[in-house]
């Protein structure tokens, strides 16, 4: 169970003793996550930190990295803010070399980096195709590719979680490159899990769906930082009425799920696809309840 406990009742002090003496889920482990903006990224970044985590929070955009980090640091937890561009291996290698100077090394990677870009095959430019495919693809490969390395190199059981989307899952028109992309990642985990469980290092996914916008905004509130015309509107009325459980999750129920699948408590689970999407997937299609 996260605990969020305000920063002004949490000193430095009482935060080490509650990381050695409590069931802390991830105390002692350091976790990448890319692509902390206030929404899903960042709200994993922050529940990985409430489990004991040292957080490498990292981002396109700089005041989305220093902000989630400063945001952790605010609740007596420990990280760092990167900004990269995480199709770039210069960039990338950077990042890693940061992580590991900062925190010794890596334990968990979260693969969260990605661009929306709402348009269909007919009207998609190549261009922004590239882009897109190449923010949530080749950026989960190069951070994969580098974090797993040096934990091979150090001998580190680690975790590595790809965050996918419902519409990785389903056909959604005018997507395409979103859907495309997240549905490869998908491919991406089993294929890298089974060349990666020789070296004791575990590979799933993630699946969140349209989230509720209320978090996200509290968190953008807080940071002091404008997440853009995307965040200005939250997920459509029929994104509520399709969920069979009647409400849309947070981020910090993805959150509570990304600590599982990187905690000891999962150390069988290997490949697999953790769907926390209020029953979406799974829903038949002619069902109206």
């Known amino acids: ?76 937890g420990d990280a760092i803010g990167v900004t990269c561009d995480v199709t770039d291996d210069t960039q990338v290698c950077e ?28 009207d998609m430019p190549l261009d922004e195709w590239n882009d897109q495919i190449a923010v949530i693809l080749t950026g989960a490969f190069l951070c994969t590719k580098r974090v ?14 790809n965050i996918i989307s419902t519409a990785g899952h389903q056909g ?16 991406f985990t089993r294929s890298v899990a089974m060349e990666l469980a020789p070296h004791g290092i575990r590979v799933n996914s993630l699946t969140p ?31 509520l009425r399709g969920v069979p459980m009647g409400k849309l999750p947070r981020p910090s129920h993805y959150a509570r799920a990304a600590a599982f699948l990187a905690s000891d408590d999962a150390e069988m689970i290997t490949g697999m696809d953790l769907r926390v999407d209020a029953g979406a997937v799974a829903r038949y299609w002619a069902w109206t309840p």
């Open 209 to 239: 769906t349209a989230t509720d916008p209320g978090e996200a905004a509290d968190i953008a509130k807080a940071w002091g930082v404008d997440r853009g015309e995307r965040g200005s509107s939250g997920p459509g009325e029929h994104f």
């Open 95 to 122: 990042m890693v070399r940061q992580a590991g100077e900062a925190f010794g090394g890596i334990d968990i990677l979260v693969n969260n980096a990605v661009i929306f870009n709402q348009k269909g095959v007919l």
């Open 172 to 187: 959604q028109p005018g997507n395409v490159g979103y859907c495309t992309g997240k549905s490869g990642l998908l491919n």
């Open 1 to 76: 169970m996260l605990r969020y406990i305000p920063t002004h009742e949490l000193t430095t002090d009482n935060y080490k003793l509650m990381t050695e003496n409590s069931h802390m889920k991830l105390a002692g482990k350091v976790a990448v996550v890319t692509g902390t903006s206030p929404n899903i990224g960042g709200g994993i970044a922050t529940g990985l930190a409430e489990e004991g985590a040292k957080l490498v929070c990292v981002d396109i955009r700089a005041d989305y990295a220093e902000r989630c980090a400063e945001s952790i640091r605010q609740r007596s």
């Open 148 to 161: 797993s390395n040096l934990m091979i190199e150090r001998g580190t059981r680690g975790s590595i979680i």
